[in-house]
């Protein structure tokens, strides 16, 4: 259950003023630092909902920096930003925009941030933080292509609050709470709120670390409602540089619920526990050739659903040596055990892996340098309905040769080649694998003394130019071939080619572009499936800081385009133009933005001045 925010609130500030040992006095605020801007902003958006939306505000941004009472109390800082907005939405083909509320207006925006920090340097430090935003005056949101080509206008509350407490043993506690708000006409809002503890203990050569949060997400529109309780518990102990043992425990609640308001409502609820704990250990000493790890795993899932439930216990225990024997060869070797219950049944599975390592010197002759890789590894499974053991081997080698084409410029090129094979000693009828907890699961498989290879093939061709104040420029084609040399008959192609060049061209000015083209193949018989996909990426930038001989008069200039030869890809080009203008405190901005996402054109302009105090 979250608490109110007035509640959380008035528990923090008490919790702080408990903590001060200071008695009442007349509070006074120190000399400010002023600053501000006052001026005007227009914008024009048209393409979105085949309607325009134009924007008219009058903006005045004051900015001020404190202290109460002395520096050492409490420091301040903080700004607002006061907006007259008129916004006329133009005649839409969309008929939901009338009823999200989308209709011309005039309204007076506040937006600002506010900090406070008590007692910075004390051992009780307390620190408030609290912002609020618009999209239709915020000119880093506006410019979001996410937030304006979605045709989202939206405002933003959020506040932060932290008390913190410093020992003599330089431990650390904190007390945190965090509320946010972040609503438009067209998706309704959303509230989230956060209360937390967290804890950093040292002593020595032991660290605690705890961490407690209860969390709340609220959806308007969806009625969607989840709570979380996490809590973490972690302890490091390192009696010496090459021994560490990690220990973990954490438990984590999930409930949601939710009801959908449209003509075919639907709702629901769902609550999900998860208790875990670990230990972990790890042994690598500097002056010996073989290192050790291990570690003991339990993990608790307990879950409820309207439709289904769940429950699953396992206990899983690994390890693991490493042996260096030489610079070229090296050995390793693992087990696992993980047992399982859940549901009505229990499963036992285990594993073990023994593998070799061996690297080649480093051959060069003439400027071409080779070394070739070898491995080796036997996997043996056993548990659940069946067993099996697998040989499995690797070999790979590869060479690179650089020229110097004059002082400035280089060619490389870079070949390679792995063999990667399998074989199945023997199986009956299971498949154990490990899932993404890290535990040992079991999938049917069939088949007895399979085996499956696949061979590859890279190569890489670059050639890049340093001039120093002349430029800088890449151009790269890489090729890889993969191949199944088995029954599978798979195989896939890439081929990626890269450009990249950065060009001044005066002291004032320069401009960098870059162009990648891709082409992926892939091939799968057996499945019936591929395809062939390619595709484009390019950007040009170009930025001039003294347009017409006038120093402040800057010009940025930004294209980018984006093609997919496939037809659930999206195609996308941007053009983003700029020009600022300073003169002594007064700021002007003119911008263009042109966007087309897949055939839909939209276009942002732009116009600001602004006086600055």
Do not use: C
């Amino acid at each position: 259950m979250s608490l109110r925010f007035e509640a959380a609130i008035a528990l923090l500030v008490l919790l702080t003023l408990g903590s001060w040992p200071v008695r009442v006095m007349a509070v006074s605020l120190g000399p400010a630092e002023l600053s501000g801007s006052v001026g005007y902003s227009y914008r024009l958006l048209s393409g979105v909902n085949n309607a325009d939306t134009t924007s008219h505000q009058w903006l005045a941004t004051v900015r001020a920096s404190s202290y109460v009472w002395q520096p050492w109390f409490a420091t301040t800082e903080g700004g607002v930003t006061f907006a007259q907005d008129s916004t006329e939405f133009g005649d839409t083909s969309d008929p939901s925009a009338a009823d999200a509320g989308l209709k011309d207006n005039e309204t007076t925006i506040v937006t600002g941030e506010f900090n406070l920090n008590v007692l910075p340097q004390s051992k009780t430090p307390f620190g408030l933080r609290y912002l609020v935003s618009n999209s239709r005056i915020d000119s880093t949101r506006i410019v979001s292509a996410p937030v304006l080509f979605t045709d989202i206008e939206f405002e933003t509350t959020r506040l932060e609050l932290r008390q913190s407490y410093l020992n003599d043993k330089n431990d650390r506690f904190m007390l945190r709470y965090d509320a946010s708000n972040w609503s438009s006409a067209r998706d309704g809002s959303y509230d989230d709120a956060l209360m937390g503890a967290e804890a950093d203990i040292r002593r020595g050569k032991q660290n605690v670390l705890m961490k407690l949060s209860q969390g709340t997400t609220e959806h308007s529109l969806t009625k969607l409602r989840n709570e979380n309780l996490i809590f973490d518990l972690s302890h490091f102990y390192l009696p010496s540089p090459s021994f560490r043992v990690d220990n973990k425990a954490s438990y984590y609640t999930f409930d949601r619920s939710f009801r959908v308001t449209s003509a075919s409502a639907t709702s629901g609820s769902s609550t999900t526990d998860i208790a875990q704990a670990s230990s972990f250990f790890f042994w690598r000493p500097d002056a010996r050739p073989w290192s050790m790890s291990g570690g003991l795993r339990v993990y608790d899932l307990q879950g409820e659903a309207p439709a289904a439930s769940s429950d699953s216990l396992s206990i899983s225990a690994s390890g693991g040596f490493f042996y260096q024997l030489s610079r070229k060869w090296r050995f390793d070797a693992s087990a696992a055990f993980t047992n399982t219950q859940g549901n009505g049944s229990e499963t036992q599975l285990t594993r073990q892996q023994g593998g070799v390592l061996y690297q080649s010197d480093l051959y060069e002759k003439s400027g071409f340098t080779y070394r070739w890789f070898a491995t080796g590894a036997l996997d043996n499974q056993s548990g659940g309905d069946g067993a099996r053991q697998t040989v499995s081997s690797t070999w790979s080698h590869n060479g690179q040769k650089t020229w110097f084409l004059g002082e400035i410029s280089s060619l490389n090129v870079s070949v390679g080649q792995s063999l990667n094979g399998a074989y199945r000693i023997n199986q009956e009828s299971v498949t154990l694998y490990q899932d993404h907890q890290g535990s040992l699961a079991a999938s049917q498989f069939g088949g007895i003394g399979a085996a499956n290879a696949r061979l590859d093939h890279t190569g890489t061709v670059s050639w890049n130019q340093v001039a120093g104040g002349g430029g800088n420029s890449t151009v790269q084609l890489t090729v890889s071939d993969s191949r199944a040399v088995t029954d599978t008959e798979d195989e896939q192609q890439l081929v990626n080619f890269q450009v990249l060049r950065v060009q001044p061209l005066n002291r004032s000015s320069f401009l960098s572009g870059n162009l990648t083209v891709q082409y992926v193949r892939q091939e799968f018989p057996q499945l019936g499936i591929g395809s062939d996909v390619a595709t484009a990426t390019g950007r040009v930038d170009y930025q001039h800081s003294n347009i017409f001989g006038l120093t402040n008069l800057r010009f940025l200039s930004n294209l980018f385009v984006s093609r997919a030869a496939v037809e659930q890809g999206i195609d996308r080009s941007e053009w983003d133009n700029r020009l600022d203008y300073t003169i002594g405190l007064v700021d002007t901005s003119l911008s263009l933005r042109l966007i087309q996402i897949d055939g839909q054109n939209s276009s942002l302009v732009m116009a600001r001045i602004a006086r600055r105090f």
